[in-house]
Every structure is written in structure tokens, then in C-alpha cells.
């Protein structure tokens, strides 16, 4: 079985510019979670997607964070502008089932470097 | 929400049994206590998890107190293989909360 794929692997940018990243979960997964992981802390929860619905977003810094998952499979976020507190890891993950009993699936993550 | 507490860092000897703690006492009765790992520069990795009862896999055995208020994941006879970031999660249906986990150093 095919893991969660996520593109790309690394980016640089210079602040102020837009980025996005892109994430395809495991065939069948309806939960479609996006995290944030700041260097020596915990992954921390962005972005919750049941199907294509967006149910928990209430951690999204909706200023200058978007997110989407139009067909109920692929999801892309995006940053813009990009500010240099930005720099962190993105790490996608999906669960067949979602909350509370559901065991998340995490892709290797997105590094995103502003300067 | 519920959290976690994990002591920050623990050795452990190759071949012998890690035993790593979390306390999670404001835990409500139908939330799961979940184990994952993440080893460096890769995303989290399930170990395992459970509601009330002691759990075992191939991976991990999971040991929750009566009150609910700890737990101790033991891997049984640890390898270089299993040096990583250990975290502890109360899912509450509505937070996945990571915390700082616990790094793990499993010493030849």
C-alpha cells in the first residue's frame, strides 16, 4: 500500500513570496489532517478535512493561510504571503476513519525554509 | 483539552525493554491514548493505542493504569532502530495534542 505522498520535500523561499504544498493521502482515507512542526516541538494540528469539508480549521491562521481538498482525495496548502516565522515543517496525514478512534497515516513532511 | 506529560529524554541499552512513562491525569473517559514515534526527518509513525484495556502489537505493548491517569508503552527488547522522538496523545475527537514527546536514546 502506497503512503502519503507529499510534494516537494524542501523548500526555500524569501519572505513575502507564496508557497504551496501538495499532499496525496492513502487510497480510501477520508480524514485528511495538515500539521505544522516547529524545530524540537510536536506536529500541531492545522487543518482537519472530512471528505472535502473542512471541520476543525480553527488553528489556520486564515490571514495569510489557505487550504483546499476539492475532490475529497488531494489537498494543497498554501502561504501567502510567506513570513520568516513560517519556516517549519508541513506534515500531512490521513485516517480512514477520523476522530476519536482513528490511527493517522503521516507523510514525511514538507521542510520549508524562508529567508 | 487533555495533555500530556513525558519526561524529555531517556537511554535505554540495545536488547533491553524501554519502559517510557506518560501521565495524563485530566484524561475524560472516552478519550484514546495514542503512541506514536518519529524518527528524525520523517513524519510520525503509529505505534499503538488503547481506551481502558492493555494493548499489545508486533510493534509495542501499551500499559494503562485502572484511573486511566498514566500509561507506559514498552518496547520489549529495543534496538538502534527504535532511537527516536516518542510521543504520548490524549485524542480528544477534537485535538490530536503531540506535546514534546519523550527522545529516546537506545545505546549499543
Known amino acids: 500500500e502506497a503512503g502519503v505522498v507529499q510534494s516537494p520535500r524542501y523548500k526555500i523561499i524569501e519572505k513575502k513570496q507564496p508557497v504551496a504544498f501538495w499532499c496525496n493521502p492513502i487510497?480510501?482515507?477520508?480524514?485528511l489532517y495538515w500539521y505544522l512542526q516547529n524545530l524540537g516541538q510536536g506536529p500541531e494540528l492545522l487543518i482537519r478535512?472530512?471528505?472535502?469539508?473542512?471541520?476543525?480549521d480553527s488553528q489556520l491562521p486564515k490571514d495569510r493561510f489557505s487550504a483546499e481538498r476539492l475532490k475529497g482525495v488531494d489537498s494543497t496548502l498554501k502561504i501567502q504571503p510567506a513570513e520568516l516565522g513560517d519556516s517549519a515543517v508541513y506534515l500531512c496525514?490521513?485516517?480512514?476513519?477520523?476522530?476519536?478512534?482513528?490511527?493517522?497515516?503521516f507523510g514525511p513532511g514538507t521542510r520549508l525554509t524562508v529567508t | 483539552d487533555a495533555k500530556t506529560t513525558q519526561p524529555p529524554s531517556m537511554d535505554c541499552a540495545e536488547g533491553r525493554a524501554a519502559n517510557l512513562p506518560c501521565n495524563h491525569s485530566?484524561?475524560?473517559?472516552?478519550?484514546?491514548v495514542y503512541w506514536y514515534r518519529q524518527i528524525h526527518s520523517q513524519g510520525p509513525q503509529y505505534i499503538i493505542h488503547?481506551?481502558?484495556n492493555n494493548e499489545t502489537n508486533e510493534m509495542a505493548s501499551l500499559i494503562i493504569t485502572e484511573d486511566r491517569k498514566s500509561s507506559t508503552l514498552i518496547l520489549p527488547h529495543a534496538t538502534l532502530r527504535d532511537t527516536a522522538v516518542y510521543y504520548c496523545?490524549?485524542?480528544?475527537?477534537?485535538?490530536?495534542?503531540f506535546g514534546t514527546g519523550t527522545s529516546l536514546t537506545v545505546i549499543p
Open positions: 496525514a490521513s485516517s480512514s476513519t477520523g476522530p476519536p478512534g482513528d490511527e493517522q497515516y
Open positions: 487510497s480510501g482515507h477520508n480524514t
Open positions: 478535512y472530512e471528505n472535502e469539508e473542512a471541520v476543525d
Open positions: 485530566t484524561i475524560s473517559g472516552n478519550e484514546y
Open positions: 488503547g481506551l481502558k
Open positions: 496523545i490524549v485524542n480528544t475527537g477534537n485535538q490530536f495534542y
